[in-house]
């Protein structure tokens, strides 16, 4: 089925159901995943999961570009969010400004998401009145991975009153959402219960006002690594794999192509 018109930033944060989220790299996945979600995020974890780099940091803006217009041509429903990528916001307000303007212009997206909290306020506060909508993303934060020490659970003892106050700062920015991403599931809650835009949940809490995972690790298709609170809700990889197994076998015996796949090919008589 299709909905009149696609979700905006603003749908979004009004919804009385769970907002339901997944990353979208491409058109064919973008087309698959559409009818079923309310936001898609084309994340940099693209970075990790498309090209095969062990972090995000090397991630581009023309890379968040391309993938961007992809996953734009794909849907149709919902709302399409772009990661801002490593280096290309931090420095200052007005860069990140730049960077948002040039991809939102360029994908026809419907927001932005940064990574930040406290520190990143007055940026988000700077794009927000200037017609960029933002989504927010604090606890674990992929492109401060050196600065955390690795891909881990935060929100442990001190952490988690650091957290609190970023969940705050981001909101009163002006982010219509923020998404939290592999914390202790009692300050995810928290912060979920204290907040009056949706929270959007990823190894967070089922009291968020949404979830999201990254569609190749629900589907099994990415397994480099498998954090604890990814649910494979498929096994596409395996399914890859028997298929490309059965297509050697039949090149490698000459049964494909056959008569099928040929023209003019004289029909074996039985
Ligand atoms: O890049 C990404 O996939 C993300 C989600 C995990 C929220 O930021
Ligand atoms: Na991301």
Known sequence: HVTARRHTPRSLAALDAPIV???????????????????????????????????TLAVTPEMMIAHGQA??????????????????YQQSPQQAFAVSAEIMAKTGAGCVKLE????????????TQR???????????????????????????DEAEQIMQDAKAIEAAGAFSIVIESTMEPLAREISENLSVPTIGIGASPACGGQILVGEDMLGLFSDFTPRFVKRFAAIGEQI??????????????????????????????
């Not at 491409?26 to 990790?48: E, Q, Y």
């Not at 794909?74 to 709302?79: E, I, P, R």
């Not at 028997?242 to 074996?268: L, N, T």
């Open 241 to 270: 794999d028997r298929a490309v197994a059965d297509y050697a076998a039949a090149v490698r015996d000459r049964s494909f192509p056959g008569p099928e796949q040929c023209v003019g090919m004289p029909k074996k008589d039985s």
């Open 116 to 127: 930040g909290g406290v520190e990143m306020a007055e940026t988000v506060h700077f794009l």
């Open 71 to 88: 996953v734009v041509r794909g849907s149709q429903n919902a709302c399409v969010a772009v990661d801002l990528p490593f280096g290309s």
């Open 21 to 55: 989220a997944l990353t979208a790299y491409t058109t064919p996945m973008a087309r698959l995943m559409d009818p079923h979600c309310d936001l898609l995020l084309v994340g940099d974890s693209l970075g990790m999961v498309v090209y095969g780099m062990d972090s």
């Open 131 to 157: 017609g960029i909508p933002v989504i927010g993303h604090i606890g674990l934060k992929p492109q401060a991975v050196h600065t955390h020490g690795g891909f881990r659970t935060v929100g442990r003892g």
